[in-house]
């Protein structure tokens, strides 16, 4: 009699541990999925914030824009060489409006 009683307090030990290890998992995966929801019921006020901030950048990239000339052509270059060093500011400006746009989207694929 005395092995059935540990047997069966074994038994109910090993069952107790699988319901509590299943509740754990339950409760971890309901947690992921509140995230989850909670993450795509921000993805419009995200996406309109980075949207926002976005153009926000590129209007003051264009707001810049005739600083950067004005600058490029009294550091010293007159002529051809101010023209060069104008057309080098507005093509650093495109280069980093496509790099900008390329991160939007990939931030926006994540």
Same mark, same amino acid.
């Not at 005739?66 to 010293?76: K, V």
């Given at each position: 009699? /005395?092995?059935?009683? &540990?047997? $069966?307090? +074994?038994?109910?030990?090993?069952?107790?541990?699988?319901?509590?290890?299943?509740?754990? $998992?339950? !409760?971890?995966?309901?947690?992921?999925? !509140?995230?989850? &929801?909670?993450?795509?019921?921000?993805?419009?006020?995200?996406?309109?914030? $980075?949207? &926002?901030?976005?153009? *926000? !950048? /590129?209007?003051? =990239?264009?707001?810049?824009?005739?600083? *950067?000339?004005? =600058?490029? +052509?009294? &550091?010293?270059? +007159?002529?051809? =060489?101010?023209?060069?060093?104008?057309?080098? $500011?507005? /093509?650093?400006?495109? !280069? /980093?409006?496509?790099? +900008?746009?390329?991160?939007?989207?990939?931030?926006?694929?994540?």
């Amino acid at each position: 009699m /005395s092995n059935q009683g &540990e047997y $069966d307090q +074994s038994a109910a030990q090993d069952a107790g541990y699988a319901a509590g290890r299943a509740e754990g $998992d339950y !409760n971890d995966a309901r947690q992921g999925v !509140n995230q989850d &929801e909670q993450s795509i019921e921000n993805v419009p006020g995200d996406v309109g914030r $980075d949207a &926002e901030q976005g153009i *926000d !950048n /590129s209007v003051q =990239g264009v707001e810049n824009v005739p600083s *950067d000339i004005g =600058g490029a +052509s009294h &550091e010293g270059c +007159s002529g051809l =060489g101010g023209l060069q060093g104008a057309e080098g $500011d507005v /093509s650093n400006f495109d !280069n /980093s409006m496509d790099q +900008s746009y390329d991160q939007g989207e990939q931030q926006g694929r994540s």
